[in-house]
């Protein structure tokens, strides 16, 4: 098929619709060296990008490009698609499901175990986490320990804290049935990696130990919202039990480390799942992760990057040269497989190192 897929940053999901033999047409607010290499044509999406301006550019792209389809990435989850068939959550599920307050009231009803979500700091239990009521990457997020501290702006909501280990599971659904095909550890302010604060730093697959409980609470989630296509659930493991997160109607960002472990390409069962097929169940073949760079200083990329990776096949989300780079802002990713765990994340951690050094970032 011919599609063309929209987000703020679509690699992960453009280069798996590609390797699974479809022809692609791609637009976000990046264009890396390999999203261009796995798309037919490459648009930059300006920046800010607001849903509104997202979907007149949309409807423009579709009209030029005639695709069969849109797939609408990361942060594009609500945009309106006019007179095409669009493969993802229907915008006004994907705006309730994303907004944090409501699923917390979602969850508490059906029974799973979630996080004292409010909107006010009246009933606030401190140590709290304040974040913003709707985003992901963990970025707006922080962690405050007393009432002098605690500043409510618009759009944020208060969680209680809780200890424990962040996790996920991706997980495959048609509206009324899911499938879990891999749960992973998430790497989650990893300073070996410059991330600050609670910033979504990278996944390891599989989670180990397993946990089946969580698996099998992600699909139960998954099948009560009727949710389509692929979709998250984000849990915290602590000692009283896993503890729901948030779910993310959307491509996950553990796209690349599900398919390095279990070689299962998404982005066709995202697509077969709106023809109410469901994949077989996944056993991770392989331990795989993958890790974001985050710049600890301002930095333009130069030419010698492109000469220095070109034959590594462990770095993706390559920058253009004459990029500029904020501090703490993404850089590039590194990728890895080994044996178990302890090899992957050594990888990782030494190749980020690597990565940083070839960047000056």
Known sequence: MKFLIVGYSVRHIACSAARSG?????????????????????????????????????????????????????????ARVRGILVLNNPPDKAALVSDKLWLAGWLEKRGFPFIYTHESTESARFPVVIKPRKGAGGVGCKLVGSAADLKLDEGMIVQDWLDGKP??????????????????????????????????????????????????????????????????????????????????????????????????????????????????????????GRAILFAQRSVKIGDELTGWIKDLDWITDVPRPGTEINKNDPVASVLAIGKDREEVLRLLIERTDMLRTATKS
Request: glycine letters at 8%.
């Open 22 to 78: 479809h022809e692609v047409f791609a637009a976000d607010c990046f264009c890396d060296l390999d999203l261009e290499g796995c798309a037919k044509d490459v648009i930059l999406l300006p920046q800010p990008l607001n849903v509104e301006q997202a979907e007149r550019l949309i409807q423009t792209y579709v009209e030029e490009f005639s695709p069969e389809a849109v797939v609408l990435g990361p942060g594009l989850e609500e």
């Open 167 to 288: 996790a996920s599971v991706s997980v495959i659904g048609n509206g009324y049935d899911s499938l879990a095909i891999a749960s992973n550890e998430q790497l989650i302010g990893a300073a070996w990696a410059g991330a600050i604060g609670f910033r979504y730093s990278g996944n390891i697959t599989p989670l180990e130990p397993p946990l089946p409980e969580i698996t099998e609470m992600a699909e139960e989630i998954v099948s009560e919202l009727g949710l389509m296509g692929s979709n998250g659930v984000d849990f915290l493991l602590t000692k009283r039990g896993p503890v729901v997160v948030e779910v993310n109607p959307r491509f996950q960002g553990s796209l690349d480390a599900v398919e390095l472990s279990t070689g299962t390409n998404i982005f066709n069962a995202h697509v077969e799942a709106f023809d109410d097929i469901l994949p077989e169940k996944p056993l991770p073949r392989k331990v795989a």
